[in-house]
């Protein structure tokens, strides 16, 4: 393993979109073998210490590569497309009139029926716009187009939040 590798080769899979979650499971599982610090107690505190901040960097790795949000930002920043979020929040105004509603829904919603209903509208929402994403990095290899998509999904997981704490606080 080198240290300057980037999650993709250093869990031994192909830098796209798709990973197989299995795969990315067991590889994590024998890197977390192979530098776990209990290994090298042996040989003393400096090879503990180098050994923890391999197993964090594999952790750290494992975290972006099984999360498809966090994956699909890593590969933008990866292919010059960082998704800067902070910097950049321009959506196209269709989609923001889409939250806008979304918005209003959640505020009207007053039955568990209700907000499951629009979290049920936004979990398809999520999946569809997880396929297009796969398709605009591991097809059409554009990740400035992915970079937008990237900030999209943002938005919708940070609504999917909010309907989740409303759905706890109604209940269930």
Do not use: I
Request: glycine share 2%.
């Amino acid at each position: 393993m080198k240290l300057d590798s980037d999650d993709f080769e250093l869990f031994d899979v192909p830098r796209r979109y798709e990973q197989d979650r299995a795969v990315l499971d067991a590889r994590w599982r024998a890197l977390q073998a192979e530098v776990h610090p209990d290994r090298f107690a042996a040989e003393g505190a400096a090879a503990q210490r180098v050994a923890m901040q391999w197993a964090v960097r594999v952790n750290e790795a494992y975290e972006r590569l099984k999360d498809p949000l966090k994956r699909a930002a890593y590969l933008c920043a990866l292919n010059g497309a960082p998704v800067d979020m902070h910097s950049n929040t321009a959506m196209p105004q269709a989609f923001l009139m889409h939250q806008m509603a979304w918005r209003e829904a959640l505020d009207h919603a007053r039955t568990v029926g209700d907000v499951q209903a629009l979290a049920d509208e936004v979990a398809a929402h999520r999946r569809s716009a997880l396929a297009e994403l796969r398709t605009t990095f591991d097809e059409r290899c554009d990740a400035a187009a992915a970079a937008d998509q990237v900030r999209a999904l943002m938005f919708v997981e940070r609504f999917a939040d909010d309907v989740d704490q409303r759905l706890e606080a109604l209940g269930q």
